[in-house]
Nanobody
Framework: QVQLVESGGGLVQAGGSLRLSCATS????????MGWFRQAPGKEREFVAA????????AYTDSVKGRFTISRDNAKNTVYLQMNSLKPEDTAVYYC????????????????WGQGTQVTVSS
């Protein structure tokens, strides 16, 4: 079992930055690929970014490429999402998730989820 707790969300103006953190506990963090998803009101939860267990490979949805960076620190059992040049359309609840399969963009392929953290970008 893996427990995930996100933090770092908040209110920011367009063009600003936030760094989300996802602290994990339970089974060996380095065994899991990690992903970030987001869900805006009235919309489906969508893939944002993912990284392999080692952090050597990453993937991003097109709308955040060049603005967001996913990284992980296996010594701290934490995965991060650095979000720069934020836009109002980035407003959503952001969730981190873990899976044993590798980089996946489909939410149903993730086994563990955090409770989410709200990100609000004002125009």
């Amino acid at each position: 079992q893996v427990q995930l707790v996100e933090s770092g969300g908040g209110l920011v103006q367009a063009g600003g930055s936030l760094r989300l953190s996802c602290a994990t506990s339970g089974r060996t963090f380095s065994s899991y690929a990690m992903g970030w998803f987001r869900q805006a009101p009235g919309k489906e939860r969508e893939f944002v970014a993912a990284t392999t267990w080692s952090g050597s490979s990453t993937a991003y949805t097109d709308s955040v490429k060049g603005r967001f960076t996913i990284s992980r620190d296996n010594a701290k059992n934490t995965v991060y999402l650095q979000m720069n040049s934020l836009k109002p359309e980035d407003t959503a609840v952001y969730y981190c998730a873990a899976n044993t399969r590798g980089i996946r963009i489909v939410k149903d392929q993730y086994e563990y989820w955090g409770q989410g953290t709200q990100v609000t970008v004002s125009s």
